[in-house]
């Protein structure tokens, strides 16, 4: 790794620093996503009546080419 340069989680002084990282650390690890969108039509009056809440997760410990694929998320 460059200085100042992260690539993912692991780069970063959270994970070196943390005790439960330091012991392990290949553990798997989950990157959790929130959405919020509408189901139906967002204009009018009744905007954001029928919002949905999602949520998504994608496997830390895959390999960097794979965490920006579709089917990995």
Do not use: T, W
């Amino acid at each position: 790794m460059k200085a100042n340069i992260f690539s993912g989680f692991n780069d970063g002084s959270v994970f070196k620093q943390h005790a439960v990282y330091q012991r392990h650390p290949a553990e798997l690890q989950l990157v959790l996503y929130a959405d919020e969108f509408d189901v139906v039509k967002p204009l009018g009056v009744h905007a954001s009546v029928h919002k949905m809440l999602a949520f998504y997760f994608v496997i830390g410990n895959l390999n960097q080419q794979l965490k920006s694929k579709k089917d990995a998320i």
